[in-house]
T-cell receptor, first 112, second 111 residues
Framework: EAQVTQNPRYLITVTGKKLTVTCSQN?????MSWYRQDPGLGLRQIYY???????DKGDVPEGYKVSRKEKRNFPLILESPSPNQTSLYFC???????????FGDGTRLSIL | SQQGEEDPQALSIQEGENATMNCSYK?????LQWYRQNSGRGLVHLIL?????REKHSGRLRVTLDTSKKSSSLLITASRAADTASYFC???????????FGKGNQVVVIP
């Protein structure tokens, strides 16, 4: 069974303090992505990765960075968080074209 | 970016009734997927329907896809209190696993 593990699950921090949200998977899937979920806006893709060292911007990449140095992990980095990045974040994986995505349990970030 | 749009946005029904949600999209798609989200939790995949399919079933769920109208529907039959959740449609319009999600459809099933 696909498992996507995000850490931390909850974080309250202050503007400008760099933070990293980790995401790891147990399925050896090539495709991983990050979404943010905001009330009234649904889920929006931040970044995605189609394989190790291959990443690309999604729909709302501003203020975020990612890296994919190994297949298992896909961390989301906020170099200088701002209050408008307060949101619920999800990491997801998929096994390929026409395959469902499996989501982590989410990370709730509050930037004060 | 293109997004699916669910209609209606909120639905309240009695246990045992059927619940129907619709989703529309704007451009050609590779597939359309439906997900469920319980409050504050991760999304759970329900059904994926490919662009060359018209109908798909999974247990009490039935999904239809009309590519000429660029729309899909999700039917939950004989609803249960445990079906209370938000339901999202998502379209893979790039054909490379990039999904565009709708804003979600909140369903409340009253016991």
């Amino acid at each position: 069974e696909a498992q996507v593990t995000q850490n931390p699950r909850y974080l309250i921090t202050v503007t400008g303090k760099k933070l990293t949200v980790t995401c790891s998977q147990n399925m050896n899937h090539e495709y991983m992505s990050w979404y943010r979920q905001d009330p009234g806006l649904g889920l929006r893709q931040i970044y995605y990765s189609m394989n190790v060292e291959v990443t690309d911007k999604g729909d709302v990449p501003e203020g975020y960075k990612v890296s994919r140095k190994e297949k298992r992990n896909f961390p989301l980095i906020l170099e200088s968080p701002s209050p408008n990045q307060t949101s619920l974040y999800f990491c997801a994986i998929t096994g390929g074209i026409d395959q469902p995505q499996h989501f982590g349990d989410g990370t709730r970030l509050s930037i004060l | 970016s293109q997004q699916g749009e669910e209609d209606p946005q909120a639905l309240s029904i009695q246990e045992g009734e059927n619940a129907t949600m619709n989703c529309s999209y704007k451009t050609s798609i590779n597939n359309l997927q439906w997900y469920r989200q319980n409050s504050g939790r991760g999304l759970v995949h329900l059904i994926l329907i490919r662009s060359n399919e018209r109908e798909k079933h999974s247990g009490r769920l039935r999904v239809t896809l009309d590519t000429s109208k660029k729309s899909s529907s999700l039917l939950i039959t004989a609803s249960r209190a445990a079906d209370t959740a938000s339901y999202f449609c998502a379209t893979d319009y790039y054909g490379n696993n990039r999904l565009a999600f709708g804003k979600g459809n909140q369903v409340v099933v009253i016991p």
